[in-house]
């Protein structure tokens, strides 16, 4: 691999330069090259870092040429969306109100994991403001764009995360998910996308949103690179109360198995009625090469997603009030209505969904004492224009940015884990969740590995933009 190229993975850029078949110099080099020629069209950088990469690279190289051991991941580039804390860099969270912040004094956990694991970090990536967003528009530093078709959408709010591995930008990057996040720019672009079990990786050293709902996870073009990052990540944090005590328990090691004996149903009730046709097909699809035939229905899904929304409004109004009071032009129009709505929804109203939280919970739970992996559409649709404001969904229209998530709010709202899969198919990517029990992170990646080797889910370097850069 002496010409790195934009469809090298994680795994085999890392095998080269830990064999001295390339350099993370090199490597390094030839990612930042594609960002420069990519982002005037795609917009999915909103920093690159490329003199602490550049110096990143030389010392993995210094180490391979001193016999020592670089890591799993020497010389894979990666950028994370810019909630993280990244060391002498404001932490943006989308907004430009934070674009008045004093820099990081260091990096977030996860990115100083990624790099003990020899990954090398080249910038942060645009998001929607404050995460309040499924769409990848931001009315301060522009939208990201769909490399697939830069007229279309990334879904966000990881809106640049996912630009940038699909088009082979990076090999890897990091998102957040706290109502679809990761799994609805995961669909519309194309690639793997894994929220873990919330509370499963730390969450220290990232802008929240809802303390609630909040998970942050990996995409990347194929599953074992998905499972790489994952593993690199993992680990408990003492300063974390909500990854406090959970041990690290790899994955990368059970994707060769097979699934035999995995019961794997397929969701109907709101996930059916909520897919739209490219979606149900995709479905189709998955649960045929599964040999899934059990149907399983969560009878109160719409209510989980009114209850999530409920705290997601409420928790972000309280948590941006005093901006809101000091700098309320300062916010995009949209989410700054939004955000003042929450903060005006009575605590009984929260009170309520919290405890019909733990009712659904339960209710899954038992759903799930008959499957051990569930399927259903990720996202209604495949990526929408850029511009657009409205969707047909169930025979009624209504705004795109609100109902994007409405496949994958149920699901995070109690905390499960989920891969979202690229299911192959002509035309625009769209994705399927699988679906597991809390903490059973190694068996919906193993599932979705199978469908990987199947043929029935992957995710090749996306190249439509190419053709509106010439």
Sequence with gaps: MSDPSAAAGAAETAAAVRRGATTALSVVDASLARIAEAQPILNAFTAVTAERARARAATIDRMVAEGRDPGPLAGVPFAVKNLFDIAGLATLAGARIEADSPPSSAD??????????????????GMGEYAYDFTGRNAHYGPTRNPHDPARMTGGSSGGSGGAVAAGLVPLALGSD?????????????????KPTFGRLTRRGSFPFVAAFDHLGPFARSVADLAAAYDAMQGPDADDPSCAGRPAEPTSAALSGDIDGLRIGVLDGHFETFA?????????????????VRRVTLAEAGRARAAAYVITAAEGGALHLDRLRRRADDFDPETRDRLTA????????????QRFRGVFRRQVADAMGK??????????????????????????????????????????FIGLPVVAVPVVRAGLPIGVQIIGRPWQEAAILRVAATLERMGVAGAPVASGWRAAAS
């Design 108 to 125: 977030s956990p996860l990115i100083a994991r990624l790099e003990a694991a020899g990954a090398v970090l080249v910038g942060a990536l």
């Design 178 to 194: 706290t109502n679809g996040s990761i799994r609805v720019p995961s669909s519309l672009c194309g690639i793997f996308g894994l």
């Design 276 to 292: 739209g046709p490219e979606a149900r097909d995709a479905v189709d699809r998955v649960a045929t090469a599964l040999g899934a």
């Design 342 to 353: 929450g903060a005006l929804i009575p605590s009984a109203w929260v009170t309520a969904a």
């Design 371 to 412: 499957v051990d992996v569930l399927v259903a559409a990720a996202t209604p649709c495949t990526a929408p224009g850029v511009d657009q404001q409205t969707m047909e969904l169930a025979g009624a229209v209504v705004p795109v940015r609100a109902n994007l998530g409405v496949l994958t709010q149920p699901i995070s």
